[in-house]
């Protein structure tokens, strides 16, 4: 670490604990204040760096790039395509060319003196760079889920925790009014004694068939871009499908479980808790490259008795066809968030919110007495936090515990069987077939760091 | 002399109690001989399929051609359980038509498909029997369009217009609508079809029809944008018609519509359904779903042994169906050792013969990795010096081995 950066750090740190403890450095900007008003100066900006530079990672990026206390220096990617893009557009917001681009997040990591990090990475590259990242001390925008398995998600939080950084996933859900407004409701007892919970998610689909090997896009390191994952010919999967099959990502259901389930987690105030049992199936595809289930459910227990049910939208879809689900307005297509208590249902999702009895919905917010972590605007929680060294609306051990759900039920589907899982070590208690899941084995020369 | 026939005759007898004797299977007619489809490939293919399910035996009747003297078509079908209907053409002779109908009202069983639903515009009972057809100049005097909207209710729709139309040919979703009946019971509730015609705009006198399938005809390949009946079952006296709309079989190279494994699963169940109004066929172990397109090139359901033997040359960019299957099987041992014990022998046993590929070998790794034993050891450590599967050995030994 480069001395100039983590003075550079502290001096943030001390800014922000000076607001605190009344001011004993009067002449620091407060962290706080920092970006509400005029412009900031470029020493006094937090410093960014990209790693993962494709879709996800330009849109988180975008966000940070109109903050006024933000400065984007550098980008990583394996994808010479994504940094030419990418570098246009941060050069074109600050009106020079002084962006510099990497292939190595480890040449990028060592180069470049950052105060913190936005991570976009298929999955199955989470667990080695957030925790080499969070080992080198910088703070960690990532993206959902938080990593492909649980083991790997455990070694980022304990690298979070341990090296003291500030991570906001990228579950911006729990940044917007309906969401809250939900669980604000749903924990204040507004639908009476929550019993089960259902969240749907999108439905599969495996229409990418079998392409054909293929030489990579120019400019794209195809072994860099499998990286601890299985060597396997060129397909045409990369951006965006890589959701399709296993060795990357869980498909739909890690892909969403971080946004809906994380929901449901924070409505039922699950935040600290895991299932002690998880029964799933899944539908696989007979052909093609796609080996993720196209349809899914997932049936969790918790220790008060609540029972979450994961399902497609699909499935939920048939329910409300039948009369077993909501069946108003946006409430169609199967998706969200739906919590039962004793006295009515609280369903919310992208498009709205919605419950049994409307005056749910009318209960006025200050009456409540339970109230959640009121984050407006996820990215500038993020920098609020950075500045303060708060905990952000969604830190890494929230995310764990969040796909964790998915991930375990993944497990089940591919073993098919109802398992019973111990929340607090991480392990399944009645199926050593289902613990060899809970990591996949890394390719040469690639390891999980140690923290 | 006489002894020796005596003992030949008995010889037989017991050869065909040996052989699942006919007499247990029920008799199948495939009627056929005019289509405007390609009807020599068709019967011939409808044909294996009622065989491979092994509850028929089926005969053929083939029409004089088109144009020709049909006086002469009088088929038994007194002598079946089921009459197949592959035939869209000339008219039958009032002779054969009457003894038709009379079958029907009988008892008798009827399985309609594909384009047979286009014969016979004028014939009445034909078009009650079956339910719904298209085509041949049929319109609001032939009956009511049938449809599901997207609300899902099912709409019976007098308005005028043509019966009958499709747009190209392609994959679509089918979905079931009566989960409970026999025909379909215990398949999955979608699956996704291979590329077929999608019959849409059919109308008819649809009494005592029930729609067991439908599938949304999509916009964007000229669809209706209604959910289309598929699969129909239709009461007719004391008569049951199953009537399929599935199967196109044209001038290409591969039929894949019937090569479906739906397609396959509901002609077999709904000829049986037909025959006897009960389905005993069991239902095979992979069945399809929405997740891609199962084709069945012969016609045939797969056994464990013959997806190993065809697991063992697969390659990149080769059908992947047959591991798939084998993976689905695994995971439908719902974790059970023994049954996994036998799984992992039998991946042995395919990874160790001469002519497994390497690709064979390093897809079976992901599996062994969490569902091997000790006894998977060997043969990984052995994997670990050929390059082209050290990777993925060492991806399985790692998580045998980790703790």
Same mark, same amino acid.
């Given at each position: 670490?480069?001395?100039?950066?983590?003075?550079?750090?502290?001096?943030?740190?001390?800014?922000?604990?000076?607001?605190?403890? %009344?001011?004993?450095?009067?002449?620091?900007?407060?962290?706080?204040?920092?970006? /509400?008003?005029?412009?900031?100066?470029?020493?006094?900006?937090?410093?960014?760096?990209?790693?993962?530079?494709?879709?996800?990672?330009?849109?988180?990026?975008?966000?940070?790039?109109?903050?006024?206390?933000?400065?984007?220096?550098?980008?990583?990617?394996?994808?010479?395509?994504?940094?030419?893009?990418?570098?246009?557009?941060?050069?074109?917001?600050? !009106?020079?060319?002084?962006?510099?681009?990497? /292939?190595?997040?480890?040449?990028?990591?060592?180069?470049?003196?950052?105060?913190?990090?936005?991570?976009?990475?298929?999955?199955?590259?989470?667990?080695?760079?957030?925790?080499?990242?969070?080992?080198?001390?910088?703070?960690?925008?990532?993206?959902?889920?938080?990593?492909?398995?649980?083991?790997?998600?455990?070694?980022?939080?304990?690298?979070?925790? =341990?090296?003291?950084? +500030?991570?906001?996933?990228?579950?911006?859900?729990?940044? %917007?009014?309906?969401?809250?407004?939900?669980?604000?409701?749903?924990?204040? !007892?507004?639908?009476?004694?929550?019993?089960?919970?259902?969240?749907?998610?999108?439905?599969?689909?495996?229409?990418?068939?079998?392409?054909?090997?293929?030489?990579?896009?120019?400019?794209?390191?195809?072994?860099?871009?499998?990286?601890?994952?299985?060597?396997?010919?060129?397909?045409?999967?990369?951006?965006?499908?890589?959701?399709?099959?296993?060795?990357?990502?869980?498909?739909?259901?890690?892909?969403?479980?971080?946004?809906?389930?994380? +929901?449901?987690?924070?409505?039922?105030?699950?935040?600290?808790?895991?299932?002690?049992?998880?029964?799933?199936?899944?539908?696989?595809?007979?052909? !093609?490259?796609?080996?993720?289930? %196209?349809?899914?459910?997932?049936?969790?227990?918790?220790?008060?008795?609540?029972?979450?049910?994961? &399902?497609?939208?699909?499935?939920? *879809?048939?329910?409300?066809?039948?009369?077993?689900?909501?069946?108003?307005?946006?409430?169609?297509?199967?998706?969200?968030?739906?919590?039962?208590?004793?006295?009515?249902?609280?369903?919310?999702?992208?498009?709205?919110?919605?419950?049994?009895?409307?005056?749910?919905?009318?209960?006025?917010?200050?009456?409540?007495?339970?109230?959640?972590?009121?984050?407006?605007?996820?990215?500038?929680?993020?920098?609020?936090?950075?500045?303060?060294?708060?905990?952000?609306?969604?830190?890494?051990?929230?995310?764990?515990?969040?796909?964790?759900?998915?991930?375990?039920?993944?497990?089940?589907?591919?073993?098919?069987?109802?398992?019973?899982?111990?929340?607090?070590?991480?392990?399944?208690?009645?199926?050593?077939?289902?613990?060899?899941?809970?990591?996949?084995?890394?390719?040469?020369?690639?390891?999980?760091?140690?923290? | 002399?006489?002894?020796?026939?005596?003992?030949?005759?008995?010889?037989?007898?017991?050869?065909?109690?040996?052989?699942?004797?006919?007499?247990?299977?029920? =008799?199948?007619?495939?009627?056929?001989?005019?289509?405007?489809?390609?009807?020599?490939?068709?019967?011939?293919?409808?044909?294996?399929?009622?065989?491979?399910?092994?509850?028929?035996?089926?005969?053929?009747?083939?029409?004089?051609?088109?144009?020709?003297?049909?006086?002469?078509?009088?088929?038994?079908?007194?002598?079946?359980?089921?009459? %197949?209907?592959?035939?869209?053409?000339?008219?039958?002779?009032?002779?054969?038509?009457?003894?038709?109908?009379?079958?029907?009202?009988?008892?008798?069983?009827?399985?309609?498909?594909?384009?047979?639903?286009?014969?016979?515009?004028?014939?009445?009972?034909?078009?009650?029997?079956?339910?719904?057809?298209?085509?041949?100049?049929?319109?609001? =005097?032939?009956?009511?369009?049938?449809?599901?909207?997207?609300?899902? *209710?099912?709409?019976?729709?007098?308005?005028?217009?043509?019966?009958?139309?499709?747009?190209?040919?392609? *994959?679509?979703? +089918?979905?079931?609508?009566?989960?409970?009946?026999?025909?379909?019971?215990?398949?999955?509730?979608?699956?996704?079809?291979?590329?077929?015609?999608?019959?849409?705009?059919?109308?008819?006198?649809?009494?005592?029809?029930?729609?067991? &399938?439908?599938?949304?005809?999509?916009?964007?390949?000229?669809?209706?944008?209604?959910?289309?009946?598929?699969?129909?079952?239709?009461?007719?006296?004391?008569?049951?018609?199953?009537?399929?709309?599935?199967?196109?079989?044209?001038?290409?190279?591969?039929?894949?519509?019937?090569?479906?494994?739906?397609?396959?699963?509901?002609?077999?169940?709904?000829?049986?359904?037909?025959?006897?109004?009960?389905?005993?066929?069991?239902?095979?172990?992979?069945?399809?779903?929405?997740?891609?397109?199962?084709?069945?090139?012969?016609?045939?359901?797969?056994?464990?042994?013959?997806?190993?033997?065809?697991?063992?040359?697969?390659?990149?960019?080769?059908?992947?169906?047959?591991?798939?299957?084998?993976?689905?099987?695994?995971?439908?041992?719902?974790?059970?050792? *023994?049954?996994?014990?036998?799984?992992?022998?039998?991946?042995?046993?395919?990874?160790?013969?001469?002519?497994?590929?390497?690709?064979?070998?390093?897809?079976?790794?992901?599996?062994?990795?969490?569902?091997?034993?000790?006894?998977?050891?060997?043969?990984?450590?052995?994997?670990?010096?050929?390059?082209?599967?050290?990777?993925?050995?060492?991806?399985?030994?790692?998580?045998?081995?980790?703790?």
């Amino acid at each position: 670490m480069s001395k100039n950066r983590l003075s550079r750090r502290s001096f943030l740190k001390k800014g922000a604990a000076a607001t605190a403890a %009344v001011s004993l450095f009067p002449t620091v900007v407060p962290a706080s204040v920092l970006g /509400r008003n005029g412009a900031v100066a470029p020493s006094d900006r937090i410093v960014m760096g990209l790693i993962g530079a494709g879709g996800m990672g330009n849109h988180d990026m975008r966000q940070f790039l109109n903050k006024k206390e933000t400065q984007i220096v550098a980008i990583c990617d394996v994808d010479n395509r994504h940094l030419k893009s990418t570098k246009a557009t941060i050069d074109n917001k600050y !009106g020079n060319k002084d962006s510099r681009t990497y /292939r190595d997040y480890r040449d990028f990591l060592d180069n470049e003196k950052l105060d913190a990090v936005i991570m976009a990475l298929p999955d199955h590259w989470h667990g080695i760079i957030a925790t080499t990242t969070a080992n080198k001390g910088l703070d960690i925008y990532g993206e959902k889920p938080l990593a492909r398995t649980i083991k790997e998600g455990r070694t980022i939080v304990d690298a979070a925790q =341990k090296n003291k950084i +500030i991570w906001q996933t990228g579950s911006w859900q729990r940044s %917007v009014g309906n969401f809250k407004k939900a669980v604000e409701l749903v924990r204040n !007892g507004v639908i009476g004694n929550v019993t089960r919970v259902e969240v749907g998610l999108p439905n599969g689909n495996a229409s990418i068939g079998t392409p054909p090997i293929q030489n990579p896009p120019e400019g794209v390191d195809w072994d860099r871009w499998l990286g601890p994952a299985p060597k396997v010919p060129f397909r045409g999967v990369l951006h965006f499908h890589w959701r399709w099959l296993q060795d990357y990502s869980g498909g739909q259901l890690t892909d969403w479980a971080g946004h809906h389930v994380d +929901i449901a987690n924070w409505g039922l105030d699950f935040d600290q808790t895991g299932p002690v049992s998880i029964k799933g199936k899944g539908v696989y595809p007979a052909e !093609g490259i796609y080996n993720v289930p %196209v349809e899914y459910l997932i049936e969790a227990k918790y220790e008060n008795g609540v029972k979450m049910t994961i &399902a497609n939208a699909q499935y939920f *879809e048939d329910k409300r066809r039948n009369g077993i689900w909501p069946n108003i307005g946006a409430v169609r297509y199967g998706m969200g968030t739906v919590w039962y208590g004793d006295k009515g249902w609280i369903h919310v999702n992208r498009s709205g919110l919605w419950a049994s009895k409307p005056e749910f919905l009318k209960v006025p917010m200050s009456s409540l007495k339970t109230r959640i972590y009121n984050s407006t605007d996820h990215w500038q929680n993020f920098l609020d936090c950075v500045k303060s060294r708060e905990k952000t609306v969604a830190p890494a051990e929230t995310a764990h515990n969040s796909i964790s759900v998915a991930l375990i039920g993944e497990i089940a589907m591919l073993t098919d069987k109802e398992l019973k899982w111990n929340a607090k070590n991480e392990r399944f208690t009645n199926s050593e077939y289902a613990n060899r899941l809970l990591s996949r084995p890394f390719r040469a020369p690639w390891k999980m760091p140690s923290i | 002399m006489k002894k020796i026939f005596q003992l030949i005759v008995i010889a037989l007898l017991s050869l065909s109690v040996l052989f699942g004797c006919k007499e247990n299977k029920l =008799k199948a007619l495939i009627v056929t001989g005019q289509n405007n489809h390609n009807w020599e490939e068709s019967h011939i293919i409808l044909k294996k399929i009622l065989e491979n399910s092994g509850t028929f035996n089926v005969e053929t009747s083939i029409s004089p051609a088109k144009g020709e003297d049909m006086s002469s078509f009088v088929p038994d079908f007194y002598a079946f359980d089921v009459i %197949v209907l592959d035939y869209n053409g000339d008219e039958w002779p009032e002779k054969t038509k009457k003894n038709f109908e009379k079958y029907v009202k009988d008892g008798g069983g009827v399985v309609v498909y594909h384009a047979s639903d286009n014969s016979f515009p004028a014939w009445k009972e034909y078009n009650v029997m079956i339910g719904l057809g298209g085509w041949k100049g049929r319109n609001e =005097k032939s009956g009511s369009y049938v449809y599901y909207n997207n609300r899902d *209710e099912l709409i019976r729709d007098n308005s005028e217009g043509n019966g009958g139309e499709h747009g190209p040919q392609h *994959e679509f979703v +089918i979905e079931i609508r009566d989960t409970e009946h026999s025909i379909v019971k215990g398949l999955n509730k979608r699956w996704l079809h291979s590329q077929d015609e999608l019959y849409s705009k059919l109308r008819g006198p649809a009494q005592n029809m029930n729609i067991i &399938a439908t599938a949304y005809a999509d916009t964007s390949y000229k669809g209706t944008g209604r959910h289309e009946p598929i699969l129909m079952t239709i009461e007719y006296g004391k008569g049951r018609v199953f009537h399929t709309v599935l199967g196109h079989v044209g001038s290409e190279k591969v039929h894949y519509a019937t090569q479906d494994a739906g397609f396959i699963i509901t002609l077999q169940r709904g000829a049986e359904w037909a025959a006897t109004g009960e389905v005993k066929q069991q239902l095979p172990e992979d069945l399809p779903n929405v997740g891609s397109a199962f084709l069945l090139p012969n016609y045939k359901f797969y056994t464990l042994d013959e997806l190993f033997a065809k697991a063992k040359s697969f390659e990149y960019g080769k059908a992947q169906k047959y591991l798939y299957l084998i993976s689905n099987r695994i995971r439908e041992a719902k974790g059970g050792s *023994e049954k996994l014990k036998d799984f992992e022998n039998r991946i042995l046993k395919t990874m160790q013969s001469d002519d497994a590929t390497s690709e064979c070998k390093n897809y079976f790794c992901r599996e062994l990795s969490w569902m091997g034993s000790e006894k998977s050891l060997p043969l990984l450590n052995e994997l670990l010096k050929n390059d082209e599967t050290s990777e993925m050995a060492q991806f399985a030994l790692t998580r045998l081995q980790q703790q």
